[in-house]
């Protein structure tokens, strides 16, 4: 039981706010590409992100490791892209550092995305059962690297209206 729920609610319930978040991230990031603000779409995405990372300490484990360290980092990555957005209203330097936050937050949640498909969809996992197979590290790759792209376009574009 976690919260009072068996273990497959509570993982299904954090894996649909996981995929809330991702959704919502990618349309806030599409939006800051086009220079786009969409403060609705932008709070869903931080909230659910953040509540992806708290509920994954949740989790039963007998040690602290990769998936708590993400979560840390998360949530601090988190932290400064609030402080930007609703502490600083995105003023001077405040504007790409919360561009910056804000896709790394979504990134590592995409990551974490492809962590569990390797690990739960039969196919993928066929082709890498141990997580460090070359399919694997190429998803992964290929991941960054589109994250890395969209991260520059979203910082060079988006000049929201104060």
């Given at each position: ?143 960054l690297l589109v994250f890395v792209l969209l991260g520059y376009l979203a910082v060079r574009r988006y000049r929201p209206a104060s």
């Amino acid at each position: 039981m976690i919260l009072g729920m068996s273990v497959g609610t509570f993982t299904t319930l954090h894996v649909i706010i996981s995929l809330i978040g991702i959704l919502a991230g990618l349309v806030a990031l599409f939006a800051m590409i086009a220079n786009r603000r969409l403060d609705g779409v932008t709070a869903l995405f931080l909230v659910t992100t953040v509540l992806t990372s708290v509920t994954g300490f949740f989790f039963h484990s007998k040690a602290i490791g990769p998936p708590h360290i993400v979560g840390v980092i998360s949530l601090v990555d988190l932290a400064i892209a609030l402080w930007a957005l609703y502490g600083r209203r995105l003023a001077g330097a405040w504007r790409p550092a919360y561009v910056v936050t804000a896709v790394v937050a979504l990134y590592f949640n995409c990551f974490v995305g492809v962590v569990q498909a390797f690990a739960k969809l039969p196919a993928l996992n066929a082709l890498a059962p141990k997580g460090t197979e070359p399919p694997f590290v190429a998803a992964q790759g290929v991941t960054l690297l589109v994250f890395v792209l969209l991260g520059y376009l979203a910082v060079r574009r988006y000049r929201p209206a104060s």
